[in-house]
RNA sequence: GCGCCCGUAGCUCAGCUGGAUAGAGCGAUUGCCUCCGGAGCAAUAGGUCGGGAGUUCGAAUCUCUCCGGGCGCACCA
């Protein structure tokens, strides 16, 4: 409704402006007013118009005001301080739009989006960072996918790196495991109810530090790690079957948590693949054929294959289509020792090399494909992985239009590197649609890296936060602090809900954890580093998941109470004049409510485009706090004018309505009681 | 050396394409359960928006510069 409303009014204006000035100014501010006594639009345009017209900002505000004269849904227009025009809707005509129009407003275009996220190394537990990428992820495909767009959800597994060589490493030469001897060790944990990524979470924390713990052995354990490594790479070894036993049965794991926060994934393409079906080759001939990458003769880089970088272009940008090339710089004497190594000068691939050949994948620019074979099942769908060759019925993945990567920030270098390849080889269509996710890195507060245990330095206490890191074993699992939010919120239920029978205790427990999870991992927008904290994350007050939850909750008893539905109050507060009811400082907490219940599907246009999933995170709140706030002062049921209570009856429902809405795309559900 | 991010209330963070008295949560102090669930509501205190300069009718927001903090710039993945 807002968001309509806005698009009418900025024609209207457009059209006066034409006529009055002859001016069609490229983008035309429309704000929202700080208070809402001031109307529901603010157009400071007179004050752009004032320095081309040469004349006061406020006669030109007057004069656009008269010239706007009146247009439907709108009360009015007035001038307000130096030159704004407050634009006012007709509280009562909105209203009644509002209650009546459940449907999406959405102009966004309905690409077939691609989204990669979690992509944890499968050695070891996933930790609170990786937590933060798969509900970044994941909220942005649902955010997708409620603006209509086909959305393919995918887990990039690094099956074949040096994080599982390390593990393998660990198991034959820390432990002195044979592959069976890893089977029997698999099968004993198993048996023991124990979790494997969290055994592997110490032993790889072992194996790093074993490598540079004797200054004698420190290179015979480097070459073994390398050793290892291409053994893994070529396949169709010892090394090899235990890195992919370990990997499969770690990404199981992996899968398993992030199922615990309702995550799901549609694909996990793997390295092995990209290896074994040679994507590499292919991405290759084209990079030569277009000049991507030249043969460096000289230098530092002598031997390799080599691509120039960006001019200036950074990878953080969303979406630099508006960088158009700009002319090469001048072609100096001598190597260019900035270039970035694609092809060893051992022949072997870099990192960006095989991601190239991967992201032609991702946009049908490959010629190859991924074989697909079923490796998990969800209750509503099916979760494939890469393989050699296919099962029957295989879907396909890949050939996106839009694609996101959600990846730390500290890989935007990268990224930027994945990007240029593409813009080289002519797909600049394909690279203006490619967005590196970023976000920043979840550390530890030194607070909670003592509670937790660990040594933390002089230097390191007087530090706002600390990097969690895998090799030295140091972070907070994923599901050590989705079992300890579940045990808090379980005792709070307990405590409020002894009549209710365990297992829906329970249910409400985990609900309430996952909303707390979630909202936390999503309120920080996402440049800002957060410092966890086990008292931030276990809170349930103020600005939090289980607060917009018990604002539904709330609304759901009303209905209880009240005997009727949502559904039902929003048929019957059609045809009620309600105008005398929205109007005054009274009304205004439940204008407020319905104002703020028309703009989600502006928050939603605004997340998407910005790639920022914390407004829609804080609209919630926000709408949560305005039903709290509206609750106190209004008090419903016992409402004796029967208008007046259809409309409360209805402000409830609309509020309930926006909601859940909000935080179904946030992933949260909302529990009956709590 | 080059590039990116951050610096806003005691703490943690919002502040959208420049706009009306700079907001929220936590913490502190103080009120509010004969009334739809207090995981709540209301009020008070608390800010040279890191410093400086510039652009502008107008700057927390844009530009430059300096200071402080973080992260990238491998023939590692």
């Known amino acids: 409704?807002?968001?309509?409303?806005?698009?009418?009014?900025?024609?209207?204006?457009?059209?006066?402006?034409?006529?009055?000035?002859?001016?069609?100014?490229?983008?035309?501010?429309?704000?929202?007013?700080?208070?809402?006594?001031?109307?529901?639009?603010?157009l400071p345009v007179a004050f752009e118009l004032a320095?081309?017209?040469?004349?006061?900002?406020?006669?030109?505000?007057?004069?656009?005001?008269?010239?706007?004269?009146?247009?439907?849904?709108?009360?009015?227009?007035?001038?307000?301080?130096?030159?704004?025009?407050?634009?006012?809707?007709?509280?009562?005509?909105?209203?009644?739009?509002?209650?009546?129009?459940?449907?999406?407003?959405?102009?966004?275009?309905h690409l077939h989006s691609l989204v990669e996220h979690t992509s944890i190394n499968p050695n070891k537990a996933a930790h609170v960072g990786h937590l933060?990428?798969?509900?970044?992820?994941?909220?942005?495909?649902?955010?997708?996918?409620?603006?209509?767009?086909?959305?393919?959800?995918?887990?990039?597994?690094?099956?074949?790196?040096?994080?599982?060589?390390?593990?393998?490493?660990?198991?034959?030469?820390?432990?002195?495991?044979?592959?069976?001897?890893?089977?029997?060790?698999?099968?004993?944990?198993?048996?023991?109810?124990?979790?494997?990524?969290?055994?592997?979470?110490?032993?790889y924390a072992r194996a790093s530090q074993w490598y540079e713990a004797d200054p004698s052995q420190k290179e015979a354990r480097k070459k073994i790690r390398l050793d290892t490594l291409h053994a893994i790479?070529?396949?169709?070894?010892?090394?090899?079957?235990?890195?992919?036993?370990?990997?499969?049965?770690?990404?199981?794991?992996?899968?398993?948590?992030?199922?615990?926060?309702d995550i799901e994934y549609d694909f996990l393409p793997r390295e092995s693949e990209i290896l074994r079906l040679h994507f590499w080759e292919s991405a290759f001939e084209q990079l030569k054929a277009k000049g991507v990458l030249y043969f460096e003769t000289d230098g530092k880089n002598k031997g390799c294959w080599v691509m120039k970088r960006g001019t200036g272009r950074t990878g953080n940008a969303l979406r630099d289509e508006a960088v158009d090339d700009l002319e090469e710089p001048a072609a100096s004497d001598g190597p260019?020792?900035?270039?970035?190594?694609?092809?060893?000068?051992?022949?072997?691939?870099?990192?960006?090399?095989?991601?190239?050949?991967?992201?032609?994948?991702?946009?049908?620019?490959?010629?190859?494909?991924?074989?697909?074979?079923?490796?998990?099942?969800?209750?509503?769908?099916?979760?494939?992985?890469?393989?050699?060759?296919?099962?029957?019925?295989?879907?396909?993945?890949?050939?996106?239009?839009?694609?996101?990567?959600?990846?730390?920030?500290?890989?935007?270098?990268?990224?930027?590197?994945?990007?240029?390849?593409?813009?080289?080889?002519?797909?600049?269509?394909?690279?203006?649609?490619?967005?590196?996710?970023?976000?920043?890195?979840?550390?530890?507060?030194?607070?909670?890296?003592?509670?937790?245990?660990?040594?933390?330095?002089?230097e390191d206490q007087g530090r706002p936060y600390i990097e969690v890191s895998g090799r030295k074993g140091f972070g907070v699992k994923a599901d050590d602090l989705i079992d300890k939010l579940i045990a808090a919120t379980q005792q709070e239920v307990d405590e409020r809900h002894p009549e209710r029978d365990a297992g829906k205790r329970e249910q409400i427990a985990k609900e309430i954890a996952v909303g707390a999870l979630r909202y936390f991992m999503l309120k920080y927008t996402r440049n800002s580093v957060i410092a966890f904290d086990f008292k931030d994350a276990l809170s349930f007050e103020g600005e939090t998941g289980p607060y917009i939850q018990y604002a539904?909750?709330?609304?759901?008893?009303?209905?209880?109470?009240?005997?009727?539905t949502p559904e039902q109050a929003l048929a019957d507060v059609a045809g009620v004049d309600a105008a005398p009811y929205l109007a005054?400082?009274?009304?205004?907490?439940?204008?407020?409510?319905?104002?703020?219940?028309?703009?989600?599907?502006?928050?939603?246009?605004?997340?998407?485009?910005t790639a920022e999933p914390a407004y829609?995170?804080?609209?919630?709140?926000?709408?949560?706090?305005?039903?709290?706030?509206?609750?106190?002062r209004h008090h419903i049921l016992t409402e004796g004018d029967p208008a007046k209570k259809k409309l409360l009856l209805a402000t409830a429902a609309v509020a309930q309505r926006e909601l859940i809405r909000s935080l179904s795309r946030l992933g949260i559900s909302a529990p009956e009681v709590m």
Request: hydrophobic share 40%; net charge negative; glycine share 8%.
């Open 616 to 632: 829609l995170a804080r609209h919630a709140f926000q709408l949560a706090q305005d039903f709290s706030n509206f609750y106190r």
């Open 584 to 609: 005054g400082e009274d009304a205004d907490s439940i204008w407020q409510l319905w104002l703020r219940a028309a703009k989600t599907s502006l928050l939603l246009e605004q997340c998407i485009a």
């Open 552 to 564: 539904v909750v709330r609304t759901r008893s009303i209905f209880r109470k009240g005997e009727t």
């Open 51 to 109: 320095r081309k017209l040469r004349r006061a900002p406020r006669k030109i505000a007057e004069e656009l005001v008269s010239a706007l004269g009146s247009v439907e849904g709108f009360a009015g227009f007035e001038v307000a301080g130096a030159g704004y025009i407050n634009a006012r809707l007709d509280r009562g005509a909105a209203m009644q739009e509002i209650a009546a129009s459940s449907e999406l407003e959405t102009s966004s275009e």
């Open 336 to 458: 260019d020792e900035d270039a970035k190594v694609i092809v060893r000068s051992n022949g072997t691939v870099t990192y960006v090399g095989k991601d190239i050949a991967y992201h032609l994948w991702k946009f049908g620019l490959l010629g190859r494909d991924f074989g697909y074979r079923r490796f998990f099942e969800y209750p509503d769908r099916e979760c494939w992985i890469s393989a050699e060759s296919s099962e029957d019925d295989h879907p396909h993945f890949g050939e996106a239009q839009a694609i996101y990567n959600v990846i730390d920030s500290r890989q935007a270098d990268p990224q930027a590197n994945v990007i240029e390849a593409l813009r080289g080889l002519g797909y600049s269509e394909q690279a203006a649609h490619y967005t590196h996710f970023s976000y920043e890195m979840v550390a530890l507060t030194p607070r909670c890296a003592l509670e937790l245990g660990y040594e933390v330095s002089e």
């Open 1 to 42: 409704m807002y968001l309509r409303e806005q698009k009418k009014l900025e024609e209207r204006l457009r059209a006066v402006l034409r006529n009055l000035y002859q001016i069609e100014p490229e983008n035309l501010v429309i704000e929202q007013p700080p208070e809402i006594k001031f109307g529901e639009y603010a």
């Open 233 to 261: 790479e070529q396949g169709g070894n010892d090394a090899a079957q235990i890195g992919e036993l370990i990997s499969t049965a770690v990404l199981r794991r992996h899968l398993e948590t992030m199922l615990r926060l």
């Open 132 to 203: 933060r990428n798969a509900i970044l992820g994941d909220t942005f495909v649902r955010l997708l996918r409620a603006a209509g767009q086909k959305v393919d959800v995918q887990n990039y597994i690094d099956n074949t790196g040096v994080q599982v060589a390390d593990i393998v490493v660990g198991l034959m030469h820390l432990e002195g495991l044979s592959l069976s001897g890893v089977q029997a060790l698999m099968a004993r944990l198993s048996d023991a109810g124990e979790r494997i990524d969290f055994y592997c979470w110490d032993l």
